[in-house]
């Protein structure tokens, strides 16, 4: 079955780095858009990032342009994320998901199969 496991969170001061991680297995990884996504206490999921199967399309949310990159490795079948000049707004679980469904790739919310999530904590 599909299993997506996140690792990398934690607390961190404004202005300070994280690289978040999701490992990916009971798919064929290569063949997929994948998405970070966060949500904070009391208010909806939302996309973050999302990269094509190949990898060469990305896409982010306005809020993190120029901060946040997604990446993936095919060979490992492993998503990151790299996150810089993080804000106390960013503090939310963060979770990658994969999208089974043959469209464009985007950060949706209604992707099938999620990880349980990884705490990032920005204090200012």
């Known amino acids: 079955q599909v299993q997506l496991v996140e690792s990398g969170g934690g607390s961190v001061q404004a202005g300070g780095s994280l690289r978040l991680s999701c490992a990916a297995s009971?798919?064929?990884?290569?063949?997929?858009?994948m998405g970070w996504f966060r949500q904070a206490p009391g208010q909806e999921r939302e996309g973050v990032a999302a990269i094509s199967a190949g990898g060469f399309y990305t896409f982010y949310a306005d809020s993190v342009k120029g901060r946040f990159t997604i990446s993936r490795d095919n060979a490992k079948n492993t998503l990151y994320l790299q996150m810089n000049s993080l804000k106390p707004e960013d503090t939310a679980m963060y979770y990658c998901?994969?999208?089974?469904?043959?469209?464009?790739?985007?950060?949706?919310?209604?992707?099938?199969?999620w990880g349980q999530g990884t705490q990032v904590t920005v204090s200012s």
């Open positions: 998901a994969v999208d089974l469904v043959e469209r464009p790739c985007r950060a949706r919310t209604d992707f099938r199969y």
């Open positions: 009971g798919y064929t990884y290569s063949s997929h858009c």
